[in-house]
């Protein structure tokens, strides 16, 4: 079992720039592959980027390459999502994830949620 706490989120202007943290309770957050995804008002929840164990491979939506950085703290067990030049079109509710098994970018492969965290960004 694992319960996940995002925080971070908040208001910002285009162009700025917004640090996600993902704060773990499990026993050792070394054992799961974490995601971050998003969810705008209206639309289905998508995929932004995701990290192995080791953090050896990252996989990044599209939409953020470049723009955004996914990292993680075991120790801490702790996964971030560094977020620069935002753009309006990345408001949106953001999760984390944590899956078991697999470096994934579909929202059904991962077990774990948390609550998500609010990121509006004005024009």
């Known amino acids: 079992q694992v319960q996940l706490v995002e925080s971070g989120g908040g208001l910002v202007q285009a162009g700025g720039s917004l640090r996600l943290s993902c704060a773990a309770a499990?026993?050792?957050?070394?054992?799961?592959?974490m995601g971050w995804f998003r969810q705008a008002p209206g639309k289905e929840r998508e995929f932004v980027a995701a990290?192995?164990?080791?953090?050896?491979?990252?996989n990044y939506a599209d939409s953020v390459k470049g723009r955004f950085t996914i990292s993680r703290d075991n120790a801490k067990k702790t996964v971030y999502l560094q977020m620069n030049s935002l753009k309006p079109e990345d408001t949106a509710v953001y999760y984390c994830a944590a899956d078991k098994t697999r470096l994934a970018t579909v929202a059904a492969s991962y077990d774990y949620w948390g609550q998500g965290t609010q990121v509006t960004v004005s024009s």
């Open positions: 990290i192995s164990w080791n953090g050896a491979r990252i």
């Open positions: 499990t026993r050792t957050l070394s054992s799961y592959v």
